[in-house]
């Protein structure tokens, strides 16, 4: 069975921490992305890549890089935490090449920045 | 700027009636149109989707009805039952953008047995 396995389940930092959010994907899959859900908004795309190396902008990048050093691993950083950075993440991955592809996600990561 | 505008926010149906979750887009560029549903404690998992060139798609009790001139669609849940409890997501991409999704702001559904 495909699965994305994101690290934490909750996470709790104060304001101004670094952090380090994993995810990671055991399907070989090419494109891996990074989203938001906050109740209301929906899911929002912070940063997506489509293959080692590679990094692009989402719709909401501010505050927040990536890193893509291996295929099956997509991080998400938060270089000062801030309390409005509170919410759920969720990594998503997808194979590249097939038209529409269909997104397959973790179980997601509540942070907390206190 | 919403892309995808979804309504309504949550919606609560009886066992064996119908939900019906709308969603809108501006983009015209958009030409494919998936649905995913999300349990609590997971993350979203596609349930059924279409392309424009057709006006409906079914499988099993979901429908999605498309009219492409309002630039709309709208997901039917048949005969719902309590497992089909959840959240739900429309959500539109462009063919070549390699699955770089715009989902709408999500629908919390409740089905009481």
């Known amino acids: 069975d495909v699965k994305v396995t994101q690290s934490s389940r909750y996470l709790v930092k104060r304001t101004g921490e670094k952090v380090f959010l994993e995810c990671v994907q055991d399907?070989?899959?090419?494109?891996m992305f990074w989203y938001r859900q906050d109740p209301g908004l929906g899911l929002r795309l912070i940063y997506f890549?489509?293959?080692?190396?590679?990094?692009e902008k989402g719709d909401i990048p501010e505050g927040y890089s990536v890193s893509r050093e291996k295929k099956e691993r997509f991080s998400l950083i938060l270089e000062s935490a801030s309390t409005n950075q509170t919410s759920m993440y969720l990594c998503?991955?997808?194979?590249?090449?097939?038209?529409?592809?269909?997104?397959?996600f973790g179980s997601g990561t509540q942070l907390s920045v206190l | 700027q919403q892309q995808v505008k979804q309504s309504p926010q949550s919606l609560i149906v009886q066992k064996g009636g119908i939900s019906i979750i709308n969603c809108a887009y501006e983009n015209t560029a958009f030409d494919y149109f998936p649905w995913y549903q999300q349990f609590p404690g997971k993350g979203p998992a596609l349930l059924i989707a279409?392309?424009?060139?057709?006006s409906e798609k079914k499988e099993g009790r979901f429908t999605i009805s498309f009219n492409k001139s309002a630039k709309q669609f709208s997901l039917h849940i048949m005969d719902s039952q309590p497992g089909d409890s959840a959240t739900y997501f429309c959500a539109a991409s462009i063919e070549t953008s390699g699955s770089r999704l715009t989902f709408g702001e999500g629908t919390q559904l409740t089905v009481n047995p």
């Open positions: 279409i392309r424009p060139d057709v």
């Open positions: 890549s489509y293959d080692v190396k590679m990094k």
């Open positions: 998503a991955s997808s194979l590249a090449g097939a038209v529409n592809e269909k997104l397959f």
């Open positions: 399907m070989d899959h090419e494109n």
